[in-house]
């Protein structure tokens, strides 16, 4: 391990607890400036989440001549300009560690015919991106991937067309690649699902005024189309919300209170999971933000018990795994997860990552190709590598933070990528998280 890499220590503690404000949501904030960059109109943003995910998003928009402006409280005002507003890049753009911010811009950049080279660092250019290539290409894009993976090269051509389309699995980037790509197609896209998948997209388009019609199933659009501006509030993000959702249950014996938090019903999956294990959870003033679901969640100390977690629960839980399976550790008898294989293909291989990070602190785990069981017992502590997912790394954190003896989580820089005030929001809560290197 290089001396170079941050590492985090997390100290075991007897309690957390407080009232705490959870940053915006990553994906609502991705769709924002990409939606924003070809509305008709100036596009206002407010609980923009400023990490390095979404701001390599923002960097490549400007990069094709988006103009936008961080105002001094942190508002962004987008000066959208139509979809010709935006120009074919002369450098390749880099969107950093982000599947969303490559398969996203993938599909609107490709519905725009314009000629770009798409990458990133080394963990997303080790990512799948055929799953969004193919539906592009039965579209007209000439689409080209790098042995399946990134760099992603773009050619510009004739309008696209309309399509009818299958998920092979319940996927909203796959789903959002399409959808933005039909916004410049000539007829109709119609995409059907075989789960329910985060409907984010389609939430916002219909918000600012595309003909799309959506269900759990199937979602329908008619192109070409324009999209007007307006304001859009970003609530906070359910996934960072996961972390002090889980420290609570199993360390707030007063109660921890998380304010205004996105409960999209296509998000919410750890929620109802948790609630099947018996955890204390409760939405108090529940209201809109920008077309989503929002809501306050209190959540208090539970002696959590085992669930056998069913396949489809898994896309709406899909980037809160890491901490569910340190909410497993804890609970009584032994927590099955099948059907979660999209878990092997995300920042790290997860169910991997997490099965060595547990196995490591003490805890009994059976790493399963779909899955993995979890067998309920104490965290005793040690050392762990996060291999640099963020989400990992802030497992862990509450892992220690509930553990016998405490963690040290190596390779923690990352989190900056969805949760950049991580630590300070823990130590509100009474973690005691430090961080050391770099």
Known sequence: ?????????????????????????????????????????????????????????????????????????????????????????????????????????????????????????????????????????????????????????????????????????????????????????????????????????????????????????????????????????????????????????????????????GINPTRVGLLRMLEAMGGDIELLNPRHLGGEPTADIRVRRSRLRAVDVAPEWVPLAIDEFPVFFVAAALADGVTRVRGAEELRVKESDRIDAMAEALGAVGVRVEPRPDGMLVHGGPIRGGRVNSRGDHRVAMAMAVAGAVSEDGIVIDDTENVGTSFPDFLSVAASAGMEVVEEGG
Not at 26 to 47: C, D, F, N, Q, Y
Not at 229 to 257: K, M, N, Q, W, Y
């Open 1 to 261: 391990m290089s001396d170079t890499l941050t590492r985090w220590i997390s100290r075991p503690v007897p309690e957390v607890s407080g009232q705490l404000s959870i940053p915006g949501d990553k994906s609502v904030s991705h769709r924002a400036l990409m939606l924003g960059a070809i509305a008709e109109s100036p596009v206002t943003v407010t609980g923009f989440l400023a990490g390095a995910d979404c701001i390599a998003t923002r960097r490549a928009l400007e990069q094709m001549g988006s103009e936008i402006e961080t105002l001094p409280d942190g508002t962004l005002r987008i000066h959208g300009q139509g979809p010709g507003g935006l120009r074919s890049p002369g450098a390749p753009l880099d969107l950093g560690n982000s599947g969303t911010g490559i398969r996203l811009m993938t599909g609107l950049l490709a519905g725009l015919s314009l000629d770009a080279v798409l990458t990133g660092d080394a963990s997303l250019r080790a990512r799948p991106m055929e799953r969004i290539a193919q539906p592009l290409r039965l579209m007209g894009a000439e689409v080209n991937t790098t042995d399946g993976c990134p760099p992603i090269h773009l050619r510009s051509g004739g309008r696209l067309h309309g399509i009818e389309y299958r998920l092979p699995v319940a996927s909203a980037q796959v789903k959002s690649a399409i959808l933005l790509a039909a916004l410049s197609a000539e007829g109709q896209t119609v995409v059907t699902q075989p789960a329910v998948s985060r409907d984010h997209t389609e939430r916002m388009l219909a918000a600012m005024g595309a003909p799309i019609e959506f269900d759990e199933a199937r979602v329908a659009l008619d192109g070409p189309c324009r999209l007007r501006g307006g304001r859009i509030e970003v609530p906070g993000d359910f996934s960072s919300a996961a972390f002090f959702l889980v420290a609570g249950l199993l360390a707030a014996s007063r109660g921890l209170t998380l304010k205004g938090v």
